[in-house]
């Protein structure tokens, strides 16, 4: 069976029908897991955690199915080279991080390269470095670019602050690495989108408080987790916002959190909530969002804060669009938001 989802893109002021098609889900499947994952939101225990990190880990599959089945991806794969590096971290127990890194056939053997270092979506609860393979190949081949692809743990097996500092420690590593790895150190630039966004934000956190800034050159985050936003009045929410609130507040309390209690106000689970001052430390940064993205309200809060220091380079919104709208290659929407961001790394990593 197959499972119609339309969408409604506008562009150059003309509305686009978009329809995709995921085979393989059944809309009463879907309807039993999202009622089961209503229940799951008012528990917390290991297992039952355990039970809703495996339901979200499901909805992300069709991500991961598009991205790879798309054949403008599929030909970038032949257009790059794959590497597999490990980071050896001890924050969370001895751990080798796995950074699969993907170089354009065109930049094998030079040095001075731009790398692009990131963090993949899923809530921080879903999804692998290996899901967003094609995609990240396609983006080292139209980015010109090395790209770093970081496989950090996430919840609820890892909590909050190892997520980020996985990250951080990467970062560093491509950093400190740069001549080995042919990179230069003056054109790093560090991204994530979703849940790769809060991490790749929190990271920034870390760089700050380190007064590290300086590692990078750009921070490009993508329809970012931000704060606690969820845990608001959904009177004041908007549609998409109030939808999918009882879910964020279940992942930021439960899953994402070692201690929610005590990390509520710790900008290394929450971004949004660091102070100017670190803000201050921020790498430049661009913002990129979807008119109807459920984490709009968070992240225009942020802009507004980073423009306030002097950290902001951009806030891009994408008219009409949603937040899976960036997931999925066949849409329309999908390909504006890929040409904003590769307008923005042209612009602020190259330059």
């Known amino acids: 069976k197959q499972w119609y989802q339309r969408r409604v893109a506008i562009t150059a002021g003309i509305i686009e029908l978009e329809k995709t098609e995921t085979e393989g889900a059944d809309p009463a499947e879907m309807k039993l897991m999202m009622d089961r994952m209503a229940e799951l939101q008012d528990l917390n225990d290991e297992v039952s955690n355990m039970e809703f990190a495996s339901f979200m880990r499901e909805a992300c599959v069709p991500f991961g199915v598009g991205i790879s089945e798309s054949p403008k991806y599929k030909e970038s794969?032949?257009?790059?080279t794959a590497d597999l590096i490990k980071v050896a971290t001890s924050h969370c127990g001895d751990f080798q991080l796995p950074v699969e890194v993907y170089t354009p056939k065109d930049l094998e053997g030079k040095t001075k390269r731009a790398a692009y270092v990131y963090a993949h979506g899923g809530g921080c609860v879903a999804m692998t470095a290996a899901d967003m393979a094609p995609l990240l190949?396609?983006?080292a081949v139209q980015f010109n670019a090395v790209v770093f692809n970081v496989d950090y743990r996430i919840a609820p097996e890892?909590?909050?602050?190892?997520?980020?500092?996985?990250?951080?420690?990467?970062i560093k590593y491509v950093s400190s690495n740069a001549d080995s790895l042919g990179i230069d150190p003056a054109k790093i630039c560090i991204a994530g989108d979703s849940g790769g966004g809060y991490v790749c934000l929190g990271a920034m956190v870390m760089l700050?408080?380190?007064?590290?800034?300086?590692?990078?050159k750009?921070?490009?985050?993508?329809?970012?987790?931000?704060?606690?936003?969820?845990?608001?009045?959904p009177l004041t929410m908007t549609v998409e916002e109030r939808h999918v609130a009882g879910v964020m507040k279940k992942i930021w309390k439960d899953l994402i959190a070692a201690d929610y209690e005590e990390q509520k106000c710790d900008p290394l689970l929450f971004p949004g909530k660091a102070s100017d001052e670190e803000m201050e430390k921020f790498p430049p940064t661009v913002i990129m969002e979807c008119e109807f993205d459920h984490y709009i309200t968070e992240a225009t809060r942020l802009a507004t804060r980073l423009r306030r220091v002097g950290r902001l380079l951009e806030f891009v919104v994408i008219p009409g669009?949603?937040?899976?709208?960036s997931a999925f290659p066949d849409l329309k929407s999908n390909q504006i938001?890929?040409?904003?961001?590769?307008?923005?790394?042209n612009e602020y990593l190259h330059n």
Do not use: W
Request: aromatic letters at 10%; a negative charge; glycine letters at 4%.
């Open 321 to 325: 669009a949603g937040h899976a709208s």
């Open 137 to 139: 190949r396609h983006v």
């Open 158 to 170: 890892v909590k909050c602050p190892s997520n980020v500092t996985d990250f951080y420690e990467a």
């Open 208 to 216: 700050a408080k380190n007064n590290e800034t300086d590692l990078v």
């Open 218 to 233: 750009l921070a490009i985050v993508g329809v970012p987790m931000v704060d606690d936003y969820c845990f608001s009045d």
């Open 77 to 80: 794969v032949e257009q790059t």
């Open 337 to 345: 938001f890929f040409d904003a961001v590769k307008t923005v790394v």
